[in-house]
């Protein structure tokens, strides 16, 4: 129903920035919740960012400052800018829908994409 395809990681120095980006598609009328996660080794997974249709975010304490999640609503697109990265954001960064309305119904569910990892060097 919803595919997500997310890019932009890479391998970054400590106190270096990436922008990750995230496109949703599928027959997508408008979407309620668009969000990042990550998950390092060995750790579960958690929040980062989520950013509403009507442009509400939520950020995680630790990024806080750093960290700027954004939308396109037209495009369906979310981006997460990264600023002054640690190296313990090392991670596989995940791309979340919560909630779509296809023109006709409401998918009240969660869709994930692949992954895209970050890499912080020391």
């Known amino acids: 129903q919803v595919q997500l395809v997310e890019s932009g990681g890479g391998l970054v120095q400590s106190g270096g920035s990436l922008r990750l980006s995230c496109a949703a598609s599928?027959?997508?009328?408008?979407?309620?919740?668009m969000g990042w996660y990550r998950q390092a080794p060995g750790k579960e997974r958690e929040l980062v960012a989520t950013?509403?249709?009507?442009?509400?975010?939520n950020d995680a304490d630790s990024v806080k400052g750093r960290f700027t999640i954004s939308r396109d609503r037209p495009e369906n697109t979310v981006y997460l800018r990264m600023n002054n990265l640690k190296h313990e954001e090392t991670a596989v960064y995940y791309c979340?829908?919560?909630?779509?309305?296809?023109?006709?119904?409401?998918?009240?569910?969660?869709?994930w994409g692949q992954g895209t990892q970050v890499t912080v060097s020391s």
């Open positions: 979340k829908v919560e909630g779509f309305y296809n023109g006709t119904y409401y998918y009240n569910g969660n869709w």
């Open positions: 950013v509403t249709s009507d442009g509400s975010t």
């Open positions: 599928g027959r997508i009328f408008s979407i309620n919740i």
